[in-house]
């Protein structure tokens, strides 16, 4: 219901700006000027400040319809349906004829009708249709007057006479977002509340588009899939005048539920870009808007061009994919396949009130994301954003209501999160809320190996009963707030992970460019996984990528290779294949993705982080990276694969391991030298070696990197020279005196002339 408030307080300001009661010259200076700064305050949701402001011009003037108003928007931004009403009664007590009071009226009336019994609820529903026919009967272009009243009989279930009027809201302002958006739920709701039968018999009697479509829809829901892709091909072909874009949609729920991936995310793509309008944008935010957080709420709203909300979907999914280097977006599909089963589970679009609400006293505060779904009850909406929790508890018995609780264990990115849902005693249905703490014994008992705070709560003093329910709230508020500004990828169960070792290094590049390498090994399939791959038909053995975003998820570059049988002559001579991608981009900061995933065995690898691209162009003296090598040698002549720089072949080591019997091969570059009056640049380059932790048969010896008498470290210092401003280094280190463990190593460069420095480190292994 928020998304009407702030709809009809946008409404209510431009009935103001025009109203001719408006325009007469004010009695009172103070009191207009009261009501524009209420006006103001009201605009940035300062709702306790704008009631203060238009109560005081109400003192200055009593009968100031315009501060009147403006309290009624006050009360409906709280979604105070009876109090607003009270204000609007008085604006029509000065005008009668006042349309933007009998509008709200209307509205105030059917919203207050919701929780009430039968008979009281039928008696503002039969007031709430006075007044919109009122309205109707003098302005039937007034607002969404029309769409409002649809809402009224979609609430009593008269579902076909609400969608009748929607169509009759369109014909009138067919521009009008709101009301085609909301005719596409009237659509739904009918589909969700009714008979697949006899949904579809109705919907065939119609001559429209949408109606189409939503058989298509109904087919899809019964499981006759064959018989809704005919539908929506149909459509497609046609050039329908409506939005391609929830048909497209539609199409990838068919093909995700068919387990069609590639298919389902090209017509999910094809609705993002092929936004046209507002309107393209609203209904593909339907199928989004269950995981974005608060912020993207914002961004969404704000945003006002097709490239913004093109923009605003490819980020939405992109920043929430774990393998973004991958062709298929594997959070896209796990998020279809969340909506498929919460439209299959979870739907409940009834009346959600005080009454039948478990938390009567609001323990739990909802973000404004909460408030956008109005499709599922509360189990969907977590389901949607965590997918399946790692544990559930169900307590049984005739005497209790209906509960169950979700565990998820913490993650990297979140915390420990326990979701409690029961359907009230004063609700019905699949009415599940979420509720702030459980303190029936027999729940505790089920939950108590939860945490320490329900077996307190189960066994402790009943003094402590109170502060220990109030540690449950605080735990279920935290939960809350956790869940909602967050939401978790699951893989599938049969996805394995996969060991695959990458490292970035960054190097100067012409046009002001910085060169990114990054050096991988990528494990290679046993002989049984070729087996599998031959038995598959499999040519392609392993795909493999890296792709750079900006900060804002916009794809900058991006490299994608495969594994194919001919590479492999001997499986088991290398468990791994050691490989480099090689590009050039503009120092920045980015999000970057490496992947890899077994095409027999479904393993998949890889990692997303975001990384800054140093610059090597300002003329500062600079180093570039240090690389790890398995071997430097001279290049020959005609080599030019991607390991070679500057006449060296580099053989990179991914995984920074190294044996101690064998040299551990260094590669930097130094940028920016200071050439002195001959031409050349002396400097001083400091290895230094520093154990970090120990590897000891026994307890491991860890040592701190930061200060402290026993770190174990090896220092050595070279003299150099170079001829040019630039300088390539390398070096073999011979470690074999220091012991197995991590090591940090850091090298130093110092100019002996200009005094300047520049430093770098790099970890690595020594076993």
């Not at 014994?441 to 329910?469: C, H, K, V």
């Not at 598959?536 to 750079?548: F, K, P, S, W």
Request: hydrophobic share 40%.
């Amino acid at each position: 219901m928020q998304k009407l408030v702030f709809t009809f307080i946008a409404a209510a300001f431009i009935f103001l700006a025009i109203s001719p009661a408006q325009s007469a010259s004010p009695v009172d200076s103070t009191a207009w000027r009261l009501v524009a700064q209420g006006r103001a305050l009201l605009a940035e949701n300062k709702l306790k400040e704008a009631e203060q402001s238009f109560k005081k011009a109400l003192k200055k003037d009593r009968e100031l319809t315009a501060a009147m108003v403006g309290l009624g928007q006050v009360y409906l931004a709280k979604n105070d349906w009876g109090e607003a009403n009270d204000w609007y009664e008085k604006v029509l007590k000065y005008e009668p004829e006042n349309l933007d009071a009998l509008y709200h009226r209307a509205i105030c009336y059917r919203e207050c009708g919701v929780p009430k019994a039968l008979i009281m609820r039928k008696f503002d529903w039969d007031n709430a249709a006075k007044y919109f026919k009122r309205v109707l009967a003098r302005d039937s272009s007034f607002y969404d007057t029309l769409f409002q009243y649809a809402q009224l009989l979609r609430y009593k279930k008269d579902y076909t006479d609400a969608i009748a009027m929607g169509h009759d809201q369109i014909r009138l302002k067919p521009d009008d977002v709101g009301s085609q958006r909301g005719l596409f739920r009237l659509y739904h709701h009918y589909l969700d509340n009714t008979g697949t039968n006899e949904v579809i018999a109705w919907l065939q009697r119609k001559n429209s588009e949408q109606a189409r479509y939503f058989i298509g829809e109904a087919y899809r829901r019964d499981g006759k899939l064959p018989n809704a892709d005919s539908v929506f091909r149909q459509l497609l072909a046609g050039a329908p005048g409506v939005s391609l874009a929830p048909i497209q949609l539609a199409v990838a729920r068919l093909y995700y539920e068919q387990k069609q991936t590639k298919d389902a995310e090209k017509a999910f793509w094809q609705a993002v870009d092929g936004i046209r309008n507002r309107l393209d944008a609203e209904l593909i935010f339907e199928d989004a808007k269950y995981i974005v957080t608060e912020a993207e709420l914002q961004q969404f709203r704000q945003a006002t061009s097709v490239r913004e909300y093109t923009d605003f979907f490819h980020r939405v999914f992109m920043l929430r994919d774990p393998t973004p280097a991958a062709d298929n977006n594997v959070r896209l599909a796990e998020h279809y396949r969340r909506l498929l089963h919460a439209e299959r589970y979870y739907v409940f679009d009834g009346f959600r009130t005080w009454f039948n609400n478990p938390d009567k006293l609001h323990h739990q505060k909802f973000p404004p994301t909460f408030y956008l779904n109005d499709r599922f009850n509360d189990k969907g909406l977590i389901y949607i954003r965590h997918g399946e929790p790692d544990e559930r508890a169900v307590t049984a018995g005739q005497a209790l209501v209906s509960n169950e609780s979700w565990r998820y264990q913490p993650t990297i990115a979140s915390r420990e999160m326990i979701f409690h849902f029961v359907v009230d005693e004063h609700a019905v249905g699949n009415n599940w809320r979420l509720t702030p703490f459980i303190n029936d014994p027999q729940f505790l008992e089920d939950r108590i190996t939860w945490g320490t705070s329900y077996e307190r709560l189960l066994r402790g003093n009943p003094l402590e009963q109170m502060a220990l329910e109030d540690d449950l709230a605080q735990q279920s508020r935290e939960a809350v707030d956790t869940g909602f500004r967050t939401d978790r990828h699951s893989w599938d169960k049969k996805v394995q992970p996969l060991n695959a070792f990458a490292y970035p290094a960054f190097f100067k590049a012409p046009e002001g460019k910085s060169y990114f390498d990054l050096y991988y090994a990528l494990p290679l399939p046993s002989s049984d996984d070729l087996a599998k791959a031959g038995a598959m038909g499999a040519n392609v053995l392993a795909e493999h990528g890296v792709v750079l975003h900006d900060l804002q998820w916009n794809r900058v570059h991006r490299l994608h290779d495969q594994i194919t049988k001919r590479e492999i002559a001997d499986p088991n001579q290398t468990p791994f294949l050691v490989g480099q991608y090689h590009f050039a981009v503009k120092p920045d900061s980015y999000h970057v993705a490496f992947f890899v995933q077994q095409t027999a065995t479904k393993r998949v690898g890889g990692w997303k982080k975001e990384m800054r691209v140093p610059q090597f162009n300002d003329g500062q003296l600079a180093m570039s990276s240090i690389v790890l090598a398995s071997s430097i040698e001279p290049a020959a002549d005609n080599d030019a694969d991607l390991f070679v720089r500057h006449g060296l072949r580099l053989l990179p080591n991914p995984y920074k391991r190294f044996p101690r019997a064998k040299p551990v091969y260094v590669y930097f570059e130094v940028y920016n030298l200071t050439p002195d009056a001959e031409g050349k640049s002396a400097f001083v380059v400091e290895y230094t070696t520093l154990l970090r932790k120990e590897k000891k048969s026994g307890a491991k010896k860890v040592f701190s990197i930061f200060g402290g008498s026993s770190k174990p470290s090896t220092t050595l210092v070279l003299a150099r020279e170079a001829n040019e401003a630039t300088s390539v280094e390398y070096l073999a280190l011979d470690l074999a005196r220091a012991g197995s463990g991590d090591f940090r190593l850091s090298i130093k460069v110092k100019e002996k002339n200009s005094g300047k420095q520049s430093e770098g480190f790099i970890d690595l292994t020594l076993f």
